[in-house]
């Protein structure tokens, strides 16, 4: 079992920039790759980025390229999500998540463990 426990969200003005945190806890973290996924009602779960777990690679939905980072501090069981400059359409509920290495990134589905959500809003 892996626990993920977001923080870090609230309310910001479009363009203003807020970091996303997941503390995680249980099995070893950073035998994991780890993504972050977005959820607004009416929607599906959307992808936004992910991390391998040595941090080496990364990957990001083609929304959010050159706005948002991911990084990980295994030694600290954490991922984290830089999100600047965002924009009203960047409101939602951003859940982290943790891959076991087998699927796609990019497909929720591959997910085994899911944090409880952290809701960012952005006013125009």
């Known amino acids: 079992q892996v626990q993920l426990v977001e923080s870090g969200g609230g309310l910001v003005q479009a363009g203003g920039s807020l970091r996303l945190s997941c503390a995680a806890s249980?099995?070893?973290?950073?035998?994991?790759?780890m993504g972050w996924f977005r959820h607004t009602p009416g929607k599906e779960r959307e992808f936004v980025a992910a991390i391998s777990w040595s941090g080496g690679s990364t990957y990001y939905a083609d929304s959010v390229k050159g706005r948002f980072t991911i990084s990980r501090d295994n030694a600290k069981n954490t991922v984290y999500l830089q999100m600047n400059s965002l924009k009203p359409e960047d409101t939602a509920v951003y859940y982290c998540?943790?891959?076991?290495?087998?699927?796609?990134?990019?497909?929720?589905?591959?997910?085994?463990?899911w944090g409880q959500g952290t809701q960012v809003t952005v006013s125009s």
């Open positions: 249980g099995r070893t973290f950073s035998s994991y790759a």
């Open positions: 998540a943790a891959h076991p290495y087998s699927g796609s990134y990019f497909d929720r589905r591959s997910y085994d463990y």
